[in-house]
C-alpha cells in the first residue's frame, strides 16, 4: 500500500530536549516536504526537498532542521525545542519532482507538545 | 502573495443533503487545486485534484469544479452521511513558489443523522 509514514504518533517532551521526528515514502517520489497545522494559522511548511541531498526551506524554517540522505526518507529535527513548535506536524511527498502535477499524499502526521 | 479562502468555518446539515462547499483563491496563477479531508486528530486524505486546464473532478459521490479565472472552486457532495462529518481543506498549488501547497483554513461539517 502507498504511504506516507510519520515517526512517532505523539510525543510529549521538554523544553531542550533534541528530537527527531522520522518521515518515510514507499512511493519513490522525489519530492518531501514538511508542514505544521496550528489552529488559526492553518498549514504551513517549514522546509522541502527536491530529491536526495537537495533541501530547501519553507515558510516558517526557524527552529528546525532536516536531511536527504535517502529518497524515502526525510526527517524532521528539532535541535533545541521550544513551546512555540507544540504543533501538528504533517509529512507530505509527490511524484515526480519539479513542476509535476500529481497530488500530495500526507502522513497521519505528529502531535509534539513541548513543555 | 496567495491566499486561500474557504467560507463557511463550519457548517452542519442534516443526513441526505447535498451540500456546496467553497474556497476561493487570490491568485490565477496556479498548476492544481487539491481537495482534502481531514478527520479529528488524523492526517490528510486526498478527495480529488483538479488541474489548472480542468473544470471539475468527480469521485463517487464528490464532485470539484474549478474556476480559475474568478479564483473559485467547489466541492459538491451528494446525498450527505455522518460518515462524511470531518474538515474539509482546499489547497492550491501556486506557479509562483510552486514548491509548497496554500492551505485554506479549512471548512468543518458536520452531518446530524
Known amino acids: 500500500e502507498a504511504q506516507v509514514t510519520q515517526n512517532p504518533r505523539y510525543l510529549i517532551t521538554v523544553t531542550g530536549k533534541k528530537l527527531t521526528v522520522t518521515c518515510s515514502q514507499n512511493m519513490n517520489h522525489e519530492y518531501m516536504s514538511w508542514y505544521r497545522q496550528d489552529p488559526g494559522l492553518g498549514l504551513r511548511q517549514i522546509y522541502y526537498?527536491?530529491?536526495?541531498?537537495?533541501?530547501d526551506k519553507g515558510d516558517v524554517p526557524e527552529g528546525y532542521k532536516v536531511s536527504r540522505k535517502e529518497k524515502r526518507n526525510f526527517p524532521l529535527i528539532l535541535e533545541s525545542p521550544s513551546p512555540n513548535q507544540t504543533s501538528l506536524y504533517f509529512c507530505?511527498?509527490?511524484?515526480?519532482?519539479?513542476?509535476?502535477?500529481?497530488?500530495?499524499?500526507f502522513g497521519d502526521g505528529t502531535r509534539l507538545s513541548i513543555l | 502573495k496567495q491566499e486561500v479562502t474557504q467560507i463557511p468555518a463550519a457548517l452542519s446539515v442534516p443526513e441526505g443533503e447535498n451540500l456546496v462547499l467553497n474556497c476561493s483563491f487570490t491568485?490565477?496563477?496556479?498548476?492544481?487545486l487539491q481537495w482534502f479531508r481531514q478527520d479529528p486528530g488524523k492526517g490528510l486524505t486526498s478527495l480529488l485534484l483538479?488541474?489548472?486546464?480542468?473544470r471539475e473532478q468527480t469521485s463517487g459521490r464528490l464532485n470539484a469544479s474549478l474556476d480559475k479565472s474568478s479564483g473559485r472552486s467547489t466541492l459538491y457532495i451528494a446525498a450527505s452521511q455522518p460518515g462524511d462529518s470531518a474538515t474539509y481543506l482546499c489547497?492550491?498549488?501556486?506557479?509562483?513558489?510552486?514548491?509548497?501547497?496554500?492551505f485554506g483554513q479549512g471548512t468543518r461539517l458536520t452531518i446530524n443523522p
Open positions: 507530505a511527498s509527490r511524484s515526480p519532482g519539479g513542476n509535476s502535477n500529481q497530488p500530495q499524499h
Open positions: 526537498s527536491m530529491n536526495v541531498e537537495v533541501t
Open positions: 489547497a492550491v498549488r501556486p506557479i509562483q513558489g510552486a514548491q509548497k501547497l496554500v
Open positions: 483538479i488541474q489548472s486546464s480542468q
Open positions: 491568485d490565477s496563477a496556479i498548476y492544481n
